[in-house]
């Protein structure tokens, strides 16, 4: 017991209490080291939290300015459309149509709605809006294809693999094939899918189609052996069913029955000829 009160009477001179005052009444100086203790992890935690708040305000303040200057300010506003990918449409004519919000902070801009509006040119097959920052849009194009055209009104409309027609020209380019048919939906459709699937040797061969229905698709093939004043023949697919077997059947006709005017492929399983 008396070696315990020596070590406290020390430590109560290294805390400045009279060694006397402390033997005279140790609990009371106990207690009020303790209340110390306590209130310093108090003020301690308290300026913790204090950092804490600070830094949390701060953040809040920084994002709060980001949040303005990108959506709100000028600085990233739209000034700029480039548009790609054009061939028989003009990169203005793009413009016109996407209606892009020039001067709009460029987070506000929806790139949805503007391909949206791009896409309703029948020319344009698909279309993709994408921000280039700080200050631009990218609009990139893919142009529908001609596969071939259907001549009206002393026009011809082209029309693409997926049976669309798209556009109206003067003249028929040279390498897509000429169609005699209605410009209805459902044919248009069914002649793509028949001049899309043929062998790239038929292809070759044919001249140009004619089809008043789905089910009466007729090609006009050359005879490179025949004379000059000599018409194409006939080969009549029908319908685009079974194209492979089709091909395959008028080719070798073809090859084995040159004499032959008419080669019906509709039903390739049954095929016939006539002069």
């Given amino acids: 017991m008396t ?6 009477s020390r430590a109560a001179r290294t805390r400045g209490v009279d ?7 140790p609990e009371e100086y106990e207690v009020t080291d303790a209340t110390d203790r306590i209130a310093h992890r108090r003020r301690r935690r308290a300026r913790r939290n204090g950092r804490r708040l600070l830094i949390l305000i701060l953040a809040l303040v920084l994002i709060g300015a980001a949040v303005w200057l990108v959506g709100f300010s000028s600085v990233f506003a739209l000034r700029e459309v480039r548009v790609t990918g054009v ?5 203005d004519q793009v413009r ?7 001067g709009r902070p460029l987070a506000r801009v929806s790139e949805r709605e503007i391909a949206d509006r791009v896409a309703t040119l029948p020319q344009v097959a698909q279309v993709h809006v994408v921000r280039r920052p700080p200050n631009g849009i990218e609009v990139a194009v893919t142009e529908r294809t001609a596969l071939y055209a259907v001549a009206k009104d002393n026009q ?11 556009q109206q020209v003067a003249d028929r380019p040279g390498d897509v094939l000429a169609v005699n048919a209605p410009l209805d939906p459902a044919l248009l459709g069914e002649v793509a899918q028949v001049i899309a699937g043929l062998d790239p040797a038929l292809r070759g061969q044919t001249a140009g189609v004619a089809a008043q229905s789905t089910d009466s698709i007729v090609l006009t093939v050359t005879d490179p052996g025949a004379a000059a004043d000599k018409g194409g023949k006939q080969v009549i697919f029908g ?3 079974e194209l492979p077997l089709k091909n395959q059947v008028a080719l070798a006709l073809l090859k084995s029955v040159p004499d032959a005017q008419v080669y019906d492929v509709s039903a390739p399983a049954y095929p016939s000829t006539r002069k």
């Fill in 3 to 8: 070696d315990r009160n020596t070590t406290r």
């Fill in 239 to 241: 319908n685009a069913k």
């Fill in 87 to 91: 061939h028989s449409l003009s990169a």
């Fill in 156 to 166: 011809w409309w082209l029309v693409d693999a997926a049976g669309i027609p798209f």
């Fill in 19 to 25: 060694p006397e005052d402390y033997r005279a009444d």
């Fill in 96 to 102: 016109e149509v996407a209606a892009a919000p020039i």
